[in-house]
């Protein structure tokens, strides 16, 4: 089966950290994904990437920025966090060129205090 | 662009009863459309997807949906509802072919009595 480990369930941060969420991937899928999810607002889009290096804004990348520098690892970083960041998220990957997400990890819930 | 929108963010039925979930989408292409099924404390699995022939699409777990263009729907069914059901279930779009972004509806919650 194929597993997308996200690096923390839970995790808890103060305002104006730099904050790292990392998301592993372990069947060589070249597409990978980062969404937030909120109540009454399903999820959306922050950034994804179709391959090493490679990198898309999403629907919402603003004070977010990621890192692939390996295939199976897919990092999403909060420059300065704020509260208004905190949410669950949610890393997911695909196989296949441009495939939509197919295989989602646990998530992680972030507070930002 | 392409949306989704989901009748309906509470729906419950008996066990054994039918299930069905609503979605319509809008888009200026054909669309490809999907549903998605996340049980509680976990990541969002792909039930099924719709991209190009049959209308009538199954699923895992004895769920289907059927893209029907003259209703913009994509209704999710399932002849009878089992307790393991339970779960938050999200219809979403893209437009067709590779490279394009989906959206997300904003998910319906299916509660299974007993």
């Known amino acids: 089966d194929v597993k997308v480990t996200q690096s923390s369930r839970y995790l808890v941060k103060r305002t104006g950290e730099k904050v790292f969420l990392e998301c592993v991937q372990d069947?060589?899928?070249?597409?990978m994904f980062w969404y937030r999810q909120d109540p009454g607002l399903g999820l959306r889009l922050i950034y994804f990437?179709?391959?090493?290096?490679?990198?898309e804004k999403g629907d919402i990348p603003e004070g977010y920025s990621v890192s692939r520098e390996k295939k199976e690892r897919f990092s999403l970083i909060l420059e300065s966090a704020s509260t208004n960041q905190t949410s669950m998220y949610l890393c997911?990957?695909?196989?296949?060129?441009?495939?939509?997400?197919?295989?989602f990890g646990d998530g992680t819930r972030l507070s930002i205090l | 662009a392409q949306s989704v929108t989901q009748l309906g963010s509470h729906v419950s039925v008996s066990e054994g009863a039918l299930v069905l979930l609503r979605c319509n989408y809008s888009?200026?292409?054909?669309?490809?459309l999907f549903w998605y099924v996340q049980y509680p404390n976990q990541g969002l699995q792909l039930l099924l997807k719709?991209?190009?022939?049959?209308?009538l699409v199954k699923g895992i777990n004895g769920f289907e949906a059927e893209f029907k263009k003259s209703e913009t729907s994509f209704h999710l069914t399932k002849p009878s509802a089992h307790m393991s059901d339970a779960a938050e279930y999200f219809c979403?779009?893209?437009?067709?072919?590779?490279?394009?972004?989906?959206?997300f509806g904003t998910g319906t919650k299916l509660q299974v009595i007993p």
């Open positions: 997911a990957s695909s196989t296949g060129q441009g495939n939509q997400p197919q295989h």
């Open positions: 069947m060589d899928h070249e597409n």
């Open positions: 990437s179709y391959d090493v290096k490679m990198k």
């Open positions: 888009s200026s292409v054909p669309p490809y």
């Open positions: 719709y991209t190009t022939g049959a209308t």
């Open positions: 979403a779009v893209s437009a067709s072919g590779g490279y394009q972004k989906v959206t």
